[in-house]
T-cell receptor, first 110, second 109 residues
Framework: GEDVEQSLFLSVREGDSSVINCTYTDSSSTYLYWYKQEPGAGLQLLTY?????DMKQDQRLTVLLNKKDKHLSLRIADTQTGDSAIYFCAGTGTASKLTFGTGTRLQVTL | DAGITQSPRYKITETGRQVTLMCHQT?????MFWYRQDLGHGLRLIYYSAAADITDKGEVPDGYVVSRSKTENFPLTLESATRSQTSVYFCASRSGEQYFGPGTRLTVT
């Protein structure tokens, strides 16, 4: 099955760019997703990318997909304190199931 | 209100008790999922359902039972709760995109 890996922690200064990385194993994933989880809340879909795309931009968010290396990244421009959260990448596996990474905790400092 | 809801939001129970966590969605999504979230493990899939009366095991199904008699509801039952089942449980539903409920924090003492 799909295996998804992320680094556990990232600290950035307010105003800087954040880059959260993810690697996955199942090259047949049709969609790859980024979710955000704020403390005490559920997961909120941030953005997604179709597997035949290399890049997708949505306001401050840029998703890059390197299919050859099975690497997905989420770049947040002009990171704000409100961006502090846990970020999960996820890929579609079989039977429409998503496989999630362990999550990257983003800490934004002043 | 449209969306996906879970109840209760918080639950404390004793080892050996039966507990049922409720999940309700208003979109008529075919797929519904139950995950548990634990430190160091991210989200792990417990059970999922492709439609009413169709359920299947996920990654960590032992100790859990699900049913789906109606499309909008997907309850998760812990038949005899154990301390290792202390966790935060998330329900989700999906048509194209997947949406999550707010979670149930369960503590088994």
């Amino acid at each position: 099955g799909e295996d998804v890996e992320q680094s556990l922690f990232l600290s950035v200064r307010e105003g800087d760019s954040s880059v959260i990385n993810c690697t996955y194993t199942d090259s047949s994933s049709t969609y790859l997703y980024w979710y955000k989880q704020e403390p005490g809340a559920g997961l909120q879909l941030l953005t997604y990318i179709f597997s035949n795309m290399d890049m997708k931009q949505d306001q401050r968010l840029t998703v890059l997909l390197n299919k050859k290396d099975k690497h997905l990244s989420l770049r947040i421009a002009d990171t704000q304190t409100g961006d502090s959260a846990i970020y999960f990448c996820a890929g579609t596996g079989t039977a429409s199931k998503l496989t999630f990474g362990t999550g990257t905790r983003l800490q934004v400092t002043l | 209100d449209a969306g996906i809801t879970q109840s209760p939001r918080y639950k404390i129970t004793e080892t050996g008790r039966q507990v049922t966590l409720m999940c309700h969605q208003t979109w008529s999504h075919s797929y519904m999922f139950w995950y548990r979230q634990d430190l160091g493990h991210g989200l792990r899939l417990i059970y999922y359902s492709a439609a009413a009366d169709i359920t299947d095991k996920g990654e960590v199904p032992d100790g859990y039972v699900v049913s789906r008699s109606k499309t909008e509801n997907f309850p998760l039952t812990l038949e005899s709760a154990t301390r290792s089942q202390t966790s935060v449980y998330f329900c989700a539903s999906r048509s194209g995109e997947q949406y999550f409920g707010p979670g149930t924090r369960l503590t088994v003492t």
